[in-house]
């Protein structure tokens, strides 16, 4: 019998909804914007990877997909696999549709040095619209072709990693996997194993300075994203170790001392690195449980939510208009410092994002409510929430009879 509390317990207590994850979400999204602020400066990732400034890099999208695992698996566990997908693509798909469109058509025309019969006649502008579905192009014609960075958008390379998490669940509900949580470990252990067999047998991949699909060798535009050498190496490990900690979180203690710990492993490799030895395999290996395990404890604390992001979910939004309007601000502040730059930046992303929520992704929700106990969280006033049943929500929480 487990002495002291589990992650699962202190779900349990917050009636299956963690607040951390609130204050988590806006917390990482931020710090993806200021992770590209000196890429959007200097056009160059090579700067920033120096001592512990590169950990961040590592960390940010691990905690990201760590806690969307985490997440999505009471979803899995509870919905049909066609409530899953539907709910799914209805949180995803709207969203970042409409940045796409109002990229391609509003954003592109202003910025584009080409005339706007060339922008609006070349096979690049319409090519763009393929980033919806997951195929990632990250330039338009002419656009921000000043800047040092060339890409739109560079955060949209997760987005095929997210369907391919997505794809990863769909399995995991059709065979019963969410059931039988080791095998979803063994699965994330098989990924790192491959990643790093490849790398025993010199087939290390050197991820491009630029994203894929924008410049470099074919070499770099493949396994720049690999799922077991490059930088997307990390996300479906991170994905699949949040579904587990989820399953087993009536197992796994809430312990500050385990917290401590895995804390101090991260901040050893981060004033160790960045250092050959530290590939994509051996990070996944080494840091990325001690990540998932700090995304769970503190998603289930009592953190409080910022104070000028508590108007709504506002993470997706800063993801998605993040990178564009980091790219005006480097147009309209040329040559301001980067904290500058990331400051003023982050005036425009918060607006659009608080559009995105409040406009796109809030009014979703209330199609989404029959499927997600998160969606009605977010719609119904405190004193309703505490009367819901802590069984089933989609983000945290699932009927007790499947903890084990």
Not at 382 to 403: F, Y
Request: proline share 7%; charged share 10%.
């Amino acid at each position: 019998m487990m002495q002291g509390p589990s992650i699962g317990s202190m779900l349990d207590q917050q009636k299956g909804f963690g607040p951390g994850f609130d204050f988590l979400r806006i917390a990482l999204a931020i710090s993806v914007v200021a992770a590209h602020t000196p890429y959007v400066a200097a056009g160059s990732g090579d700067a920033e990877q120096t001592w512990i400034v590169w950990f961040p890099q590592y960390a940010i999208l691990v905690m990201f997909f760590a806690l969307s695992g985490f997440l999505i698996a009471a979803s899995g566990l509870r919905l049909s696999l066609k409530e899953f997908l539907v709910n799914r693509g209805m949180r995803i798909v709207p969203a970042l549709a409409v940045e796409i469109v109002l990229s391609a058509l509003i954003l592109g025309p202003i910025f584009t040095a080409l005339p706007l019969s060339d922008y609006f006649t070349s096979i690049g502008t319409y090519k763009y619209f393929t980033n919806i579905f997951g195929l990632v192009n990250y330039v338009l014609p002419g656009v921000f072709a000043g800047n040092p960075a060339p890409e739109v958008n560079s955060s949209l390379w997760t987005v095929p990693f997210e369907y391919g998490c997505y794809a990863l669940m769909t399995v995991f509900i059709v065979f019963g996997l969410l059931r039988r949580p080791a095998l979803i470990v063994l699965g994330a252990v098989v990924l790192v194993g491959i990643g790093l067999a490849l790398q025993v047998t010199g087939h290390v991949a050197q991820a491009a300075q630029l994203p894929a699909g924008v410049a470099g060798t074919l070499h770099d535009k493949i396994f720049s994203t690999a799922p077991f050498l490059g930088r997307g190496a990390k996300l479906p490990v991170a994905f699949m170790l949040g579904i587990a900690i989820y399953l087993y979180r009536n197992r796994i203690p809430y312990d500050g001392r385990l917290l401590a710990a895995c804390c101090a492993l991260c901040a050893v490799v981060a004033a160790l690195g960045p250092a050959d030895w530290m590939t994509q395999p051996v990070l996944n290996a080494l840091v990325s449980p001690a990540l998932v395990y700090i995304t769970a404890f503190l998603g289930v604390s009592k953190l409080p939510r910022l104070p000028l992001f508590s108007k709504g979910d506002y993470s997706y939004g800063i993801y998605l208009y993040g990178f564009p309007m980091q790219q005006v601000v480097k147009v309209w502040l040329p040559h301001a410092p980067l904290l500058v730059q990331f400051a003023a930046a982050l005036v425009p992303i918060t607006l659009f994002a608080a559009f995105s929520w409040h406009w796109i992704e809030k009014p979703i929700l209330k199609l989404r409510s029959r499927f997600s106990f998160v969606a009605r969280k977010r719609l119904e006033p405190e004193d309703a929430v505490e009367a819901l049943p802590a069984a089933a929500p989609l983000a945290v929480a699932v009927k007790r009879s499947a903890a084990s």
